[in-house]
C-alpha cells in the first residue's frame, strides 16, 4: 500500500513562495503518475497538478504561471514550488499517486491520503 509523506508548508505573506514535497513508498514510483491537491476549509478537495510517469505536467487553471511541480524518481520525491501565493491558495496540500492520468482528476478515486501539509498564506 502506498504511503505518502508531504511536507514544507508554512505561514507566508501573498506574493512569497514555498516548496512542498511528498515522498512516496510502497510503490514502483517511476511508473506512477503523481498529482497534488489541497483542500481549503468549507471546500471539496481539488487537483493542483498532475505530474506524468514521463515527466509531463498539468496544472489547474488557477495556479500555471505561478506553481511548478516536478518530480525526481531516484528519490521517489515529487515537489511543488509555489510562487506569488494569494491568499486563495490556502489549503492543506496533500499528493497521491495513481495509473491513469484519468483517475488522478476526481480525487474521490482515492481511499488512502497522507496528512497533508498545511500552507497559509497572509495578507
Known amino acids: 500500500q502506498v504511503q505518502l509523506v508531504e511536507s514544507g508548508g508554512g505561514l507566508v505573506q501573498a506574493g512569497g513562495s514555498l516548496r512542498l514535497s511528498c515522498t512516496a513508498s510502497?510503490?514502483?514510483?517511476?511508473?506512477?503518475?503523481m498529482a497534488w491537491y489541497r483542500q481549503a476549509p468549507g471546500n471539496q478537495r481539488e487537483l493542483v497538478a498532475v505530474?506524468?510517469?514521463?515527466?509531463?505536467?498539468i496544472y489547474a487553471d488557477s495556479v500555471k504561471g505561478r506553481f511548478t511541480a516536478s518530480r525526481d524518481n531516484a528519490k521517489n520525491t515529487v515537489s511543488l514550488q509555489m510562487n506569488s501565493l494569494k491568499t486563495e491558495d490556502t489549503a492543506v496540500y496533500y499528493c497521491?499517486?495513481?495509473?491513469?492520468?484519468?483517475?488522478?482528476?476526481?480525487?474521490?478515486?482515492?481511499?488512502?491520503w497522507g496528512q497533508g501539509t498545511q500552507v497559509t498564506v497572509s495578507s
Open positions: 497521491n499517486a495513481g495509473v491513469h492520468i484519468a483517475t488522478m482528476y476526481n480525487p474521490r478515486n482515492f481511499v488512502s
Open positions: 505530474v506524468t510517469s514521463g515527466g509531463s505536467i
Open positions: 510502497g510503490i514502483i514510483f517511476r511508473n506512477r503518475v
